[in-house]
């Protein structure tokens, strides 16, 4: 069973930036293209970014330009870089594989994007 571990959510200023990370418990990111996705309340959860084992990256058209999903050297880690935050990304931040696996959602880490 694969574990995911959101981090680095917090309380930011709009304009400022945060970088979050998922670590998992295999070498998933080494097999399966990940994603990070993100859940408002009252919305549905929805996809933000993704990257591919070969390290090709898309963008939600909401974050393209100030959001960055990477993964650093390490085999178990996914990062995603967040500039130039809005109120409106204001939410809980999961990352899971693309196409997620249902039973591999983590708890979520939570942004908040207030003055």
């Known amino acids: 069973q694969v574990q995911l571990v959101e981090s680095g959510g917090g309380l930011v200023q709009p304009g400022g930036s945060l970088r979050l990370s998922c670590v998992a418990s295999?070498?998933?990111?080494?097999?399966?293209?990940m994603g990070w996705y993100r859940q408002a309340p009252g919305n549905q959860r929805e996809l933000v970014a993704t990257?591919?084992?070969?390290?090709?990256?898309n963008y939600a058209e909401s974050v393209k330009g100030r959001f960055t999903i990477s993964r650093p050297n390490a085999k178990n880690t996914v990062s995603l870089q967040m500039n130039s935050l809005k109120s409106e990304d204001t939410a809980v931040y999961y990352c899971?594989?693309?196409?997620?696996?249902?039973?591999?959602w983590g708890q979520g880490t939570q942004v908040t994007v207030s003055s």
């Open positions: 899971n594989t693309f196409p997620p696996r249902e039973g591999a």
């Open positions: 295999g070498s998933i990111f080494t097999i399966y293209a």
């Open positions: 990257i591919t084992v070969g390290g090709s990256t």
